[in-house]
């Protein structure tokens, strides 16, 4: 029996998911029924990772191309993930306190190893009119032309035109360089989630557009904006989202609060907190699961015209967390302090005060993650039960150490350890 002779199911699910992706590329020119079978496995989940010291850009613009010519492939593309750095030029290095920081030269060309005219005339106008379907203003802050950022190699460019095209998308991931640094993308997720979408993305369940913050001081001050957040809030489909958020005023349009059908929701790296934390879970009241991952770029806080009105406080956590009460089953937090200086001297700073309250309302929470501090505060007080604390449906409980590189943070081991075992 020949491979062609083989239920489509059987080649697939026993043949093709054996091999890699070189192998189904030679496979796939075999023969039209080995193509047509192949080619959901090649074009079903796009992932590709870009690092510093990379000399060219994965070949974003053939996948482009490939499109173009066969349209029905982007039907096949179910998940499309770009993560890590992009490849930049050098640049002067800056300087902050006598610390080197990250050059801020601009991503490399995609055009840095690769010839403009492997996309012929005909293909280069076909993405000017996808680009004029979803980009309505000047192109970003430089006010060129189409030709003018396609000539340049803008990676970001590229990117939009690819997601624009993919209608039955189910994930999308972008992380690092990706979270940030993406008009055009914005452009695509605020057209394709507004009132007159061309696909609507209507598919989409999964949103992961954020980055590790420790991996880059670039991060420190980037962040999604409201334009990017508001799009992925409105959509009714999108299920799961994990982001980063820096500090914002949170306002939505109109003064109308949307409602979104997110189930899961993660706030990664994230400076936002308060009325404006309140402000997004009073968006999401279907929200089952929440990772609330608090940064404190003391940097930042310390510029001048901070005040330590900004230190994080356990009350305004506890009125957030009043718009997830009856929903709640999964709740993780953290909290970290970061500096740009090595020798930065914490003596005397808290950063977060009180502790949280609220806990025990939360009637359906069945897993909880919680620093010690932030469940007992910073005083051991010893009327406290931890039975008085956590909701009475929890399953799994556990305690970190956040905040371990401040003063006074070190809780008695003995009353500590009384705690767990009067709980337990």
């Known amino acids: 029996m020949g491979l062609e002779e083989l239920p489509l199911e059987i080649f697939q699910d026993h043949v093709a998911s054996c091999l890699s992706k070189r192998d189904l590329c030679l496979l796939s020119m075999t023969s039209h029924f080995i193509r047509s079978a192949v080619e959901?496995?090649?074009?079903?989940?796009?992932?590709?990772?870009?690092?510093?010291?990379?000399?060219?850009?994965?070949?974003?613009?053939?996948?482009?191309?490939?499109?173009?010519?066969?349209?029905?492939?982007?039907?096949?593309?179910?998940t499309l993930e770009l993560r890590g750095s992009k490849p930049r030029k050098k640049w002067r290095v800056r300087h902050w306190r006598g610390r080197h920081l990250m050059p801020a030269g601009p991503p490399i060309s995609i055009w840095e190893a690769e010839d403009k005219t492997c996309l012929d005339p005909k293909e280069v106008c076909k993405l000017e009119r996808l680009f004029r379907s979803f980009h309505r203003g000047p192109t970003d802050l430089w006010d060129q032309s189409f030709s003018e950022v396609f000539s340049k190699g803008v990676i970001d460019l590229f990117v939009a035109i690819l997601l624009f095209q993919l209608s039955n998308l189910r994930c999308l991931i972008l992380e690092s360089d990706f979270q940030f640094d993406t008009s055009f993308v914005t452009d695509v997720l605020r057209h394709e989630m507004g009132s007159n979408p061309t696909h609507g993305f209507h598919s989409l369940q999964t949103v992961i557009h954020s980055s590790d913050i420790t991996s880059?001081?670039?991060?420190?001050?980037?962040?999604?904006?409201l334009d990017q957040v508001l799009p992925l809030l409105s959509a009714a489909n999108i299920k799961s989202l994990d982001i980063s958020l820096p500090p914002l005023e949170l306002s939505w349009p109109r003064g109308e609060t949307p409602i979104s059908s997110i189930t899961s929701l993660t706030l990664r790296h994230t400076g936002l907190m308060g009325e404006d934390l309140g402000q997004l879970l009073r968006a999401t009241p279907s929200l089952q699961s929440l990772e609330y991952h608090f940064h404190y770029d003391v940097d930042f806080r310390r510029r001048p015209g901070r005040s330590h009105q900004d230190l994080f406080d356990c009350e305004q956590l506890d009125k957030s967390l009043t718009h997830v009460y009856n929903t709640l089953t999964k709740l993780i937090l953290s909290i970290r302090f970061s500096s740009v200086q090595s020798d930065v001297d914490f003596g005397g700073f808290r950063g977060m005060k009180g502790r949280c309250t609220s806990l025990r309302h939360l009637t359906k929470l069945e897993t909880l993650e919680i620093p010690i501090l932030m469940l007992f505060g910073w005083e051991p007080d010893p009327h406290i039960m931890m039975g008085d604390l956590l909701p009475s449906a929890l399953q799994t409980l556990s305690l970190t150490d956040d905040l371990y590189e401040l003063e006074d943070s070190d809780w008695p081991d003995e009353r500590l350890l009384d705690l767990i075992g009067t709980y337990l």
């Open 216 to 225: 880059d001081f670039q991060v420190r001050h980037h962040g999604v904006d």
């Open 40 to 78: 959901p496995l090649l074009y079903g989940k796009i992932s590709w990772s870009w690092r510093k010291d990379m000399r060219k850009h994965p070949p974003i613009h053939l996948l482009i191309r490939a499109i173009l010519n066969r349209p029905e492939l982007a039907f096949l593309i179910k």
